[in-house]
């Protein structure tokens, strides 16, 4: 015996989600979290609080999680994705999409929904951060799921993430001098 | 251990700027070394190289590593596939490691169709890495010598870096940029999913060109014969990201069903040369799953110079006499 995915519903796979709220918006409420050394004092006294910490990051998710479909990954990628969680892609993935995308824009795996990543362009180009999509995203440390990611960040260790592309050069996609590494 | 080609080959055929042409050999569902040899018989002489697919759609099959062994012996030189769905990183570097101790000239690194497409669907999609990712992994294991770990690598292997897209799934205007990054990530070959669609994939195509993509990274077309009526319907409903145009639905569904074969063969041959046509284009990668014995047949009709003679055994060479050469 087994599951049809598409009869029965939940569990399984990871889902594309569209998030509740406006890019704009969540770029704005992005200033408002953007990490500071008060923020950054905060997340290290919150880790030395096991209980705090725990009320905190259950806040974040499920704040997250109303809003993006959050899956708590620990280590936020939306910031570069036109706020669309691309850990909501059944294959995680965190650099684009993947070349099984319907012609519809409808996710292969799910093929009801649309594409979490076509959702995620979509939005950060209209957002005028399309060029965010361009950046290397690192492979995701699995030690972080279930943490905080507002922690992490403000502690610089999501420093690094999304490998940015150097300012000077027309190209710098192509740059391979950067000595960028997957670490 | 299989002498390397001197004039053939993918890296050869780069090299020299000629129109190269890659197959591809799914391996058996079985233990069976001689379904490989097979098919790399038929292939030898006609193609640079060939894919050996990793676990084809997602079902369970000999492995990719083993498949371009046995290829390799055979006298055809293999382009080892390898997916993130069924490996974590540790596996992925190690078979990574391993491809270059066996001299495997060339990886094709991708992300890899979802379990759910295969005879496994209840199994564990692992997706530890996504398809960029791992690109970037083996340019930094080759070039820079390290592990995703840090730790050093010595020897360093010296595969050629290869990678897929589809032109044809949506974002369309985003798959030139993906390709982009891939590149940026080392990506040093490209084959793209089935060409149907000229029009779209020259504008796919005049994108990669903006971006200065093309100076970077060889782009071999995907093409294939459609030969009936039955596989049209399975690649335009079964298989994620191929995209079949009504033109040429109409065209296959406007012929007699004892002519179908022959009108989905010639569209592919008209593909080929259309797309040697297409400047930047470096070659085609030829996808006739279970009709590798019509490949020589596909490419003499579209005009596709074979491959300089490179077989380091000297008993073979008698099966390349007598075959037609075209321009």
């Not at chain 1, 999501?158 to 000595?179: F, I, M, T, W, Y």
């Not at chain 2, 069976?32 to 040899?37: G, I």
């Not at chain 2, 033109?247 to 080929?272: F, H, K």
Request: proline residues 7%.
């Amino acid at each position: 015996m087994g599951f049809d995915e598409q009869k029965v519903r939940g569990g399984g796979w990871p889902r594309p989600v569209i998030p509740r709220i406006g890019a704009r918006l969540s770029y704005a409420l992005h200033s408002v979290l953007a990490a500071n050394p008060l923020y950054r004092r905060l997340g290290a006294w919150l880790e030395r609080r096991q209980r705090v910490y725990r009320w905190f990051t259950r806040a974040e998710r499920v704040a997250k999680e109303q809003l993006y479909g959050c899956r708590m990954c620990g280590q936020c990628a939306l910031p570069d994705t036109g706020y669309t969680c691309p850990m909501t892609c059944p294959k995680q993935l965190r650099n684009g999409p993947c070349g099984g995308v319907a012609a519809s824009g409808h996710c292969e795996v799910h093929p009801d929904l649309i594409c979490v990543w076509v959702t995620a362009i979509e939005r950060a180009q209209d957002a005028g951060h399309g060029a965010d999509l361009d950046l290397l995203q690192r492979p995701v440390d699995h030690r972080a799921w279930d943490r905080s990611s507002w922690v992490n960040y403000w502690q610089g260790r999501d420093d690094g993430l999304g490998v940015a592309p150097s300012a000077d050069d027309p190209r710098p996609l192509l740059r391979r001098e950067l000595g960028l590494s997957p670490r | 251990m299989s002498a390397e080609p001197s004039g053939g080959g993918l890296r050869a055929a780069f090299a020299a700027g000629r129109f190269a042409v890659t197959a591809e050999i799914g391996p058996p569902r079985g233990a069976d070394a001689e379904a490989v040899t097979r098919k790399a018989e038929l292939l030898r002489g006609w193609v640079d190289a060939a894919n050996i697919t990793d676990n084809q759609g997602a079902n369970a099959r000999m492995s990719s590593l083993a498949g371009s062994l046995i290829a390799q012996r055979a006298g055809v030189e293999p382009v080892m596939q390898l997916t993130c769905r069924d490996r974590n990183r540790l596996a992925l570097q190690s078979d990574l490691l391993a491809a270059g101790a066996l001299g495997i000239p060339n990886v094709l690194l991708l992300t890899g169709d979802h379990p759910r497409f295969g005879d496994h669907p209840e199994a564990k999609p692992v997706f530890d890495l996504d398809g960029v990712q791992l690109v970037w992994t083996a340019r930094t294991l080759r070039d820079d010598g390290v592990l995703i770990s840090g730790k050093a690598v010595s020897p360093r292997p010296s595969w050629l870096i290869g990678t897929v897209e589809n032109p044809f799934a949506p974002p369309l205007g985003f798959r030139a940029r993906r390709l982009a990054k891939k590149v940026a990530a080392g990506a040093e070959f490209v084959q793209t999913q089935y060409v149907f669609d000229i029009d779209v994939f020259e504008r796919w195509m005049a994108g990669l060109r903006d971006l200065g993509v093309t100076e970077h990274c060889k782009i071999i077309a995907g093409v294939g014969p459609i030969r009936s009526l039955r596989a049209l319907e399975f690649m335009r409903t079964s298989v994620p990201g191929v995209h079949v145009p009504d033109l040429v639905d109409r065209r296959l569904r406007g012929v007699p069903a004892d002519r179908v074969a022959e009108e989905g063969i010639q569209l592919c041959v008209e593909t080929v040369q259309r797309l040697t046509t297409i400047p930047d284009v470096a070659g085609v990668h030829l996808m006739a799953l279970g009709y590798e014995h019509g490949v020589p047949d596909i490419l003499r009709r579209a005009g596709v110079p074979r491959p300089p003679a490179v077989l380091s055994d000297h008993n073979r060479h008698h099966s390349m006499e007598g075959i037609g050469h075209a321009r």
